[in-house]
């Protein structure tokens, strides 16, 4: 028997471990009723056992080589694979700044977008005709504060229009090419244009000084100016339209000239960014624009407007019937002491004034009765101070005083009727918002001397 | 007298290897096996676990030692699947019995007897795991022949590679 193991040690080995696997497989395998086998649903505590002891002593390699793998595929994506990285660097360099300027192109429409946008949505509100400019120039000095437009001659831009931005106004034409203008802006010296101050209502010409700041010029001081009040067109000038924004106060400073006690200058923050100007527009016409809805309304506004002064004339011209008709207290063909209504039964008549011993010019009708014999002739020419001066007969000295001059009409009703000094003679009624003639800037304007005009 | 010569030869040509080298060279195969597939996907025509005892089979040409192998390197296969526990265990304890038997009477260190034991063995271990599943337990097993075609080819180029390699691990006098 022993030799019998010891010859087919092999074969009784291998079919002894056969058949325990066998029997190991006959536990794990059911018959089912129909006939057929399967696994159990559920390993048994055995089976379950033998594959926790295989899983635990292959899952630690794994998590090794799964974790070295990534190292690995880590190490040499990052580190060893990087051919053409220097060449693909340099690319993606190029197109990261090609995106860059295109980036910056893009921002700098969008931004210009925004800006016409702005601008139109102004221009389709604005009542006058204008000409949408670009700003493509300026004259590179300081002293020189003017630019240049895209628009000239052939877009329609005349010499003195107004230009101006939603924010306020810019300046005025200066000189006109065919497509292209020259602008002055209204901080230039040479600059002027009519404006008031909108709480006050004080007017004053607005120009630039030497630095740039845009000022109103040659005021009396005023207490009320304060910092913030807003400025606006005049509407005199006849080249910016009245209530256009110009700008804010800033600060009110004394007049430089030391003769000129009591006048202040208006430093003005423009509305208008002049330093950044991109897109203005033009007036090119001061003629209302209207909308056709607009323009029936006014047209309805007329018609109703007649129909109604033609009831009003025809309700005159009955009332004026009715009076020719109508017994009147004045027959205007009897004298006047023969009137059917002159009562002489009062015994109270009303007390004239007894005559004056020494007429002068302060008697009553002195000056409606020349001819009365009291009054001489100074006193004749006193009493009518709208006598020019020609009427002075020839011989006769000028009078050295002038009380019975009218004062003079200014345009800031603040300003004091008492001893005006010598350079108040130069400012204008408001009409004339204009730089007075007697400055030198305008000399370069050919329309200085035009009333109205300012520079 | 011919029985004992046959004996001592074949007691100077059985070859021994490191004790790592039977500890870790199953480990890695097995755990190759159970990760390999996860990266070539259903492209993992081999069978490394059954290579490894073909391998040490014919080397220690002793049956017992390549059955305990066959058997072990099955089983353990078998508890990694969801399969039942005996059916890979079955195959490769033949062909750990066979390839012992076998490398007892041939040289094994020809490259085409060892890459023809291994194609052959291969298929071998293919139809007693679906002799095993089909008809000795009668489960429902899909097999595709073309499948164990290519595992067996698959096999026998390994082995090619593989083999070389292990028997720089072998103890030389």
Redesign the interface.
């Known amino acids: 028997m022993e030799s019998f193991f010891a010859r087919y040690?092999?074969l009784v080995?291998?079919l002894a471990?056969?058949l325990a696997?066998?029997i190991?497989?006959a536990v794990?395998?059911r018959?089912t009723s129909d006939g057929?086998?399967?696994?159990d649903a559920g390993d048994s505590s055995g089976?379950r056992l033998?594959?926790y002891?295989?899983?635990a002593?292959?899952s630690p390699?794994?998590r090794l080589?799964?974790s070295s793998n990534l190292g690995a595929a880590h190490l040499w994506q990052n580190y060893l694979d990087l051919r053409d990285v220097r060449q693909q660097n340099q690319d993606l360099q190029k197109t990261i700044d090609r995106l860059r300027l295109e980036q910056a192109a893009l921002l700098e429409d969008a931004k210009q977008g925004q800006r016409l946008q702005a601008l139109v949505n102004f221009q389709q509100k604005y009542i006058y005709k204008t000409v949408v400019a670009q700003a493509i120039g300026s004259s590179g000095s300081d002293q020189s504060r003017v630019f240049y437009i895209d628009k000239g001659a052939a877009d329609g831009v005349a010499r003195d229009d107004a230009v101006i931005t939603p924010d306020g106004i810019v300046g005025k034409i200066r000189d006109v090419f065919p497509h292209s203008s020259q602008v002055l802006a209204i901080n230039d010296q040479s600059s002027g244009a009519g404006v008031i101050l909108e709480t006050t209502r004080i007017r004053g010409i607005l120009r630039g000084n030497s630095i740039g700041q845009s000022q109103i010029v040659d005021i009396l001081a005023d207490k009320r100016i304060l910092k913030g009040e807003n400025v606006l067109t005049a509407g005199g000038d006849q080249i910016f339209p009245r209530g256009l924004p110009v700008g804010t106060v800033e600060k009110v400073v004394n007049d430089p000239d030391p003769g000129r006690d009591g006048f202040i200058d208006v430093l003005i923050t423009p509305a208008a960014h002049l330093d950044r100007l991109d897109e203005v527009l033009v007036i090119t016409s001061t003629e209302p624009r209207f909308s056709p809805q607009q323009q029936q309304d006014l047209a309805t506004s007329e018609a109703e407007k007649g129909a109604e002064a033609a009831a009003i004339k025809e309700q005159q011209r009955a009332s004026q019937i009715n009076a020719e008709r109508l017994p009147s207290l004045i027959d205007p063909k009897l004298p006047p002491d023969q009137q059917p209504l002159l009562d002489t039964s009062n015994p109270n008549p009303v007390a004239h004034p007894p005559q004056a011993l020494h007429p002068d010019r302060f008697t009553p009708g002195a000056g409606s009765a020349p001819g009365s014999g009291a009054a001489t002739d100074e006193t004749t020419q006193d009493a009518n101070p709208a006598e020019p001066d020609s009427a002075v007969k020839p011989g006769q000295p000028k009078p050295s005083t002038k009380p019975a001059q009218p004062p003079q009409k200014k345009p800031q009703t603040n300003q004091p009727q008492t001893e005006l000094p010598k350079k108040v003679q130069p400012q204008k009624p408001p009409a004339q918002t204009g730089p007075p003639p007697a400055t030198p800037p305008q000399t370069n304007q050919p329309q200085a001397n035009q009333p109205g005009r300012s520079n | 007298m011919p029985l004992l010569a046959a004996d001592l030869r074949r007691t100077n040509e059985v070859r021994r290897y490191p004790m790592l080298a039977y500890a870790l060279v199953p480990l890695a195969a097995l755990v190759l096996q159970a990760w390999l597939p996860r990266v070539l996907g259903s492209y993992s025509w081999f069978d490394l676990p059954l290579v490894v005892t073909v391998y040490f089979a014919l080397d220690r040409r002793s049956p017992i030692q390549g059955t305990l192998m066959g058997a072990g390197m099955g089983l353990f296969e078998d508890a990694l699947s969801h399969h039942a526990i005996g059916v890979n265990g079955i195959a490769k304890t033949v062909v750990g019995f066979l390839a012992a038997s076998i490398g007892v009477r041939i040289d094994v260190e020809n490259h085409t007897i060892r890459l023809a034991m291994n194609f052959l063995l291969s298929l071998l271990s293919s139809a007693l795991a679906v002799f095993v599943s089909r008809i000795l337990l009668g489960l429902d097993l899909e097999w595709r022949w073309f499948t164990v075609l290519f595992t067996a080819i698959g096999n026998s180029l390994i082995a090619l590679i593989l083999f070389p390699l292990l028997d720089r691990l072998q103890i030389r006098d």
């Open positions: 040690r092999n080995v291998l471990i056969l696997q066998i190991g497989l794990q395998v018959r057929r086998s399967r696994l089976v033998i594959r002891w295989a899983q002593l292959v390699p794994e080589i799964h």
